[in-house]
């Protein structure tokens, strides 16, 4: 099984950075996803890690350790339209040996002005 | 424009019909699979359909039932549900179940 913990609600300032932490518990760790989800609305990708590093897409970036089994989505220069639900998604092979896609609660982020 | 849809978007039932919720990928991915989505809970995996062959989660109950008649086509049909079912239900789609997965609009589903 996994155990997937992120912030249940964060707030930023417009403009502000900030970071959503995500840790996991698993076996067989095959690659993890953050998706974005506006209320209401289906989720939509944002980015995927499978190693070890930073990956960075414009203004989002995510970075991923394997060994403490922690990713962080980085948000620069936030926008009012960033305000929306974060989901971390973890990726492994179940015991019947397929691949299995599990999401945490989401982190729901709030942009002040 | 995620590339999958769904119908009906909106379904408002009572305990004792049976109806279905439609999705379609144009996408020509191998995979699709049905979410749950209830308020304030992670999104819950219920079926995966990969190259024809099916996954499902052992705590689904029976009263829902999934169709993939074709890798592009995927139904949930819904019979004597209960209030509790209440939840948005999410399809999506991958390439194969190694791949990103993109999502439909989702059905609000609304159970009496």
């Known amino acids: 099984g996994q155990n997937i913990d992120q912030p249940t609600e964060m707030t930023a300032t417009e403009g502000a950075i900030v970071q959503i932490n995500c840790t996991y518990q698993?076996?067989?760790?095959?690659?993890l996803f953050w998706y974005q989800q506006h209320a209401g609305e289906a989720p939509t990708f944002l980015s995927y890690?499978?190693?070890?590093g930073l990956e960075e897409k414009g203004r989002f970036s995510s970075f991923l350790s394997r060994s403490k089994g922690y990713s962080y989505l980085l948000l620069k220069e936030l926008q009012m339209k960033d305000s929306a639900s974060y989901l971390c998604?973890?990726?492994?092979?179940?015991?019947?040996?397929?691949?299995?896609?599990?999401f945490g609660t989401g982190t729901k982020l709030q942009v002040i002005p | 424009e995620t590339g999958v849809t769904q119908t009906p978007r909106h379904l408002v039932m009572g305990m004792t019909n049976k109806k279905s919720l439609k999705c379609e990928q144009h996408?020509?991915?191998?995979?699709m699979y049905w979410y749950k989505q209830s308020a304030k809970k992670p999104l819950e995996l219920m079926f995966v359909?990969?190259?024809?062959?099916?996954?499902e989660n052992n705590s689904v109950p029976s009263r829902f039932s999934p169709e993939c008649p074709n890798s592009s086509h995927l139904f949930l049909h819904l019979h004597t549900l209960q209030p509790e079912d209440s939840a948005l239900y999410l399809c999506?789609?991958?390439?194969?179940?190694?791949?990103?997965?993109?999502f439909g609009p989702g059905t609000r589903l609304t159970v009496l």
């Open positions: 999506a789609s991958s390439q194969d179940q190694r791949d990103t997965q993109y």
């Open positions: 698993t076996s067989g760790f095959n690659g």
């Open positions: 890690n499978v190693l070890d």
């Open positions: 998604a973890v990726r492994d092979k179940d015991s019947g040996g397929y691949q299995k896609v599990t």
């Open positions: 996408l020509g991915h191998n995979a």
């Open positions: 359909y990969s190259l024809e062959e099916r996954v």
